[in-house]
């Protein structure tokens, strides 16, 4: 028996995903900050990237997991200053990341084996973000 999963528990998908990210570059201001980690949601693992300027305003998290239910690639946003593991942990949090019934914002999910577009939202997120913060070099 292995001692450790270099995967973290995470499926093939996000891992893809993953890959493609960490080739990509974004060219911003030296005090934006983007961060890495795992993420836990109950039988959904995956990553979240947190963006944004840290001690001054709030960053976006988005997780990237294969969903529980099908192959789908499921992707949450949320911002808020303090990252948490998943959004079920708290309540604004939790308002703030999964749409709801009473919610104009669309659940985000990519087909099966859609990494490279996948990836090219978050990109694009994570640039609408820098923008927003007016700290992009290059446009968008």
Known sequence: MKVADINLGMTEQPIEILKILSNSEIDCDYSYDIKTRSWYN???RGFVI????????????????EHRNS?????????????HNSPLEDKEIFDNAFPNKNSSKPFINFS??????????II?????????????KSEI
């Not at 947190?50 to 990237?64: E, Q, R, Y």
């Not at 099966?112 to 939202?121: N, P, T």
């Open 50 to 65: 947190s963006a944004g300027k840290f001690l001054s305003t709030n960053p976006i998290h988005i997780a990237v997991y």
């Open 71 to 83: 192959d789908n690639i499921g992707v949450l946003k949320w911002d808020h200053h303090s990252y």
């Open 124 to 136: 694009k997120e994570i640039k609408m973000h820098l923008s927003i913060q007016n700290m992009i």
């Open 112 to 121: 099966s084996g859609e990494y490279q577009k996948c990836a090219d939202w």
């Open 42 to 44: 109950g039988r959904e």
